[in-house]
Every structure is written in C-alpha cells, then in structure tokens.
C-alpha cells in the first residue's frame, strides 16, 4: 500500500526509573531525512535511530524524532555540596557587588538555586542498553502510529489518483477516437486537393503516388504509437498504486513520460475537440503531479 510522507505518531512508556516519550512527524523531502532530538545524556543512542526507522520501511521524508524523559525516581535529599564551586561562586558574587556597588542580597536560598554548586554523582551511561530497555520500546510504539498514520493519508491519495487518471483515460480515448476520424478525413480531403491541383495544371494523376503521398501526410498526423505508450504507462501507474515499498520518485518519472506523449499528441493534431481533450488531460495530469510529490 502507498504511504504519504506527512504523518504524525506519538508513544509514552515507563519503567521505575523513566517515563520516555516519543513523538515523531514528517513532512515531504527527496530523501530520508532524520533530525532526532534527545536528552543530552543520550546523544550515544542517536545513532541508533535511523537504522531502526529504516527497517521499518521508511524511505523518504524530513522525520523529526523528538524524546523527552522524565525521571520517575525520587530526588537524593543528601545531595553532596561541591566546596570549591560554593566558594568561587561567592567570589563571583562579592566581585560584582563591591565592583559595582549592587545590593547585597547573597542569601542561602539565592545561592542553593545554582546548581551547580551541588556535587552530582557521575554514571556511566550505556547507549546501547538505554536504546534495547528504555527508548526502543516507546520509538517502536511510536513508528506504528507514525505508519499507520502515512498509510490512512496515503489511502486518500490513491483513491485521489486513480480517479483522476481514470479521467485521464476517458479524455484519451475520446482523443483515440477522434484521431482516427481525423486522420480519415485528412487523407481523404489531401486526396481530393492532389487531384484538384493535377487536373487545374493538366497534369496526368498516378494513383499510387497520390495514394502514397496522402498516406506519409497522413502518417504524421498519426498518434497511434503515443497512444499506445500512454496505455501502457497507464498500466504501470495502477500497479505502483497497489506496490508496498516507496513508489513517489518512480510515479514522479512517469507522469513525466506521460506528459511528453500528450504533448506530442497535442502538436500532432490540429482538430478543436482533439485540442480540448489534450488540454483537459493535462490539466488533470498537473494536479496528479502536485498529489504525488506527497508519496513516500
């Protein structure tokens, strides 16, 4: 199935240290674009999300990873206070007060509120267990919104598509049609002034040549061979429809295919309803090119 490449998913799973939220959402790109944006001390495990969005099956679009983690365990009340940093601290503070002749309102609260005056307890942090037992889980759950989400937009825009390309054939065949009228009454119309000329000039008329000279004439006004490219790029259109890997740069390199052979057509054929149809089918194709550069 199709997906969109616009979507939206969020998950929050929490253990007896953590509450890890995730949230992700996309806009359309060329590529695939992953911007994740985590704790700081989880910058190890960034390199582990793209890899894991890949194999998920995403393949294109700007996809901003937003984590959050909320500490669910209990403050240390016996936070250790770090002598050195309380001291230079308090020089800094006295400095600016005598240097600049401020008000002296150094309290302890005033002080306790720099936190980086208390000692804090260095861990080691291991990216690859944070990633299997904390951010896994939610980012998993949160990619199955997030897919779930680009394959409900994406079912839209198939309905979308097939229906505007159904138009598009409809507009074709009445241009088949028509062309076969058209080109039946060119040659019988070149016919008939070939041998207007030849009698006005006392010219002896060699049927076979008339009848070969009205048949080349004719064969440029032809557009069988581009009606039948169209057909078939048709054809191809509809399976990507129903393909389950990233189709959006494949069906972008087909509408340019069909768009040459409807200008082809159009500069092939001089006759008014063959001109308007032309017109109309691009005018649709247009707007299934704007749809599809949603396509993942």
């Not at 939206?8 to 939220?21: I, K, P």
């Not at 582990?48 to 909320?70: F, M, N």
């Not at 768009?259 to 247009?286: M, P, Q, W, Y």
Request: hydrophobic content about 40%; glycine content about 4%.
């Amino acid at each position: 199935m199709i997906r969109s490449m616009t979507a939206f998913g969020r998950a929050a799973c929490a253990n007896d240290q953590h509450t890890v939220t995730v949230e992700m959402r996309s806009v359309n790109n060329r590529y695939l674009d992953v911007s994740p944006r985590l704790p700081r001390a989880w910058a190890g495990v960034e390199e582990y999300i793209r890899p894991y969005l890949q194999s998920r099956g995403i393949a294109r679009g700007k996809v901003d990873v937003t984590v959050t983690l909320e500490n669910r365990a209990a403050a240390d009340p016996t936070a250790a206070v770090n002598d050195e940093a309380v001291r230079a601290y308090l020089q800094t503070l006295y400095y600016l007060r005598d240097t600049y002749g401020l008000t002296d309102d150094i309290t302890v609260s005033r002080v306790a509120a720099n936190p980086a005056i208390f000692a804090k307890e260095q861990t080691d942090v291991d990216p690859e267990q944070i990633w299997k037992e904390t951010l896994l889980p939610a980012l998993a759950e949160a990619t199955d919104a997030f897919l779930a989400a680009r394959e409900r937009e994406g079912a839209r825009l198939r309905a979308d598509l097939l229906g505007k390309l159904q138009t598009i054939r409809t507009l074709i065949s009445d241009v088949d049609r028509l062309s076969a009228e058209d080109v039946g009454g060119y040659r019988k119309k070149l016919e008939e002034r070939l041998r207007t000329i030849l009698a006005d000039n006392r010219i002896t008329a060699d049927e076979n040549r008339i009848l070969t000279e009205c048949a080349l004439h004719a064969d440029k006004i032809a557009v069988d061979e581009e009606l039948v490219r169209l057909g078939s790029h048709f054809s191809l259109f509809e399976e990507l429809m129903n393909a389950s890997d990233a189709v959006g740069r494949k069906l972008d390199f087909l509408v340019q295919e069909m768009n040459r052979e409807i200008n082809t057509i159009g500069s092939k054929c001089a006759d008014a309803e063959i001109a308007h149809r032309v017109v109309d089918a691009k005018n649709e194709l247009e707007k299934i090119r704007e749809q599809i550069q949603n396509l993942e």
